[in-house]
């Protein structure tokens, strides 16, 4: 079934940002005689979505007359369309039904994140936090890693685009959030608690033994060289933690996560640094897939 719909007429509206203003109109007004759907399958999917993430249910799944799915408002209220033909060519292609949950989930992504509030349209950004929600649900719900990512593996564009990120990137951000959803069910399986330990204030002293034993070989995994800061002291533990070297002290400021990807291996998670993805050769690259640091 996937064969009589065009890969290229899917990635035209697949998983895209918000649609809004006349667009959004025109696809609300279009389904004024399909019925609201609630399920695909016989699945509540929008139920078990926001029911591990904890929320209500304030997302009305539509079937519509739209090519394939997306995320809008309308007269004040949320919407996921999605069109049923190609939830099922999508489901037949990868031979999961988990592609379609996926996406679904991509789209109450958007809704979440705020995405569907701005005008401005699609961007790698939104799109990536869109997608990484999406692994962390499917993790949530049951789904593998491979069937978290079958749907975009198939969809997405090699290169990033103005509005989308490449396929490297986004398979990366599902795998995040598939894992940081792991991490926190094996930790719960395990019973672990809370630590009780109170943080106790650090002084000059204490400090600095610390900041002498990172530049020591058997503590530092590699030096890392940032373009916009090359005076900078940063170094990868071997608990592959992203430390800064400050005048007083270290601190950590991020952590280097394993992808499933050969070229792009680690993507590089910190709050204080815009999403970062090092190449199997060391390389330092941003979204655009730009060197912006290297790895010695």
Known sequence: ???????????????????????????IAATNTTSTATTVGARDIVKEIIDV??????????????????????NGRRYILYNEDFMAAI???????WAGVSILA??????????????AGSNPADELEADEFSGFVLRKMGASLAEAQAAINLLSEEHTSATHPGRNYRLASISKGWRNADSQLMASAQGQQPART?????????QQPQAQRVSESRYVLSRVHFSSAPDEEFYLTNSLQLVHNTGNGLKVIGKLTKTNNSNYPFYLDSEYLEPLFVTAKGMVVNQQGQRVGYLT
Do not use: C
């Not at 065009?6 to 025109?26: D, E, F, H």
């Not at 993430?53 to 079937?63: H, I, M, N, T, W």
């Not at 991509?106 to 005008?119: D, V």
């Open 198 to 206: 109170e943080i106790t204030p650090r002084t000059a002293t204490r």
């Open 53 to 74: 993430v904890g929320l209500k249910p304030r997302f009305e799944l539509q079937a519509a007359n739209i090519e394939n799915a997306a995320a809008v408002i309308y």
């Open 1 to 27: 079934m996937i064969r009589k719909i065009k890969k290229t007429t899917i990635l035209l509206s697949l998983l895209v940002a918000p649609l809004l203003g006349a667009q959004a109109t025109t696809s």
């Open 91 to 97: 489901n037949n292609a990868v031979h999961t039904d």
């Open 106 to 119: 991509h789209e109450i992504g958007h809704h979440l994140n705020g995405h569907t509030l701005s005008r």
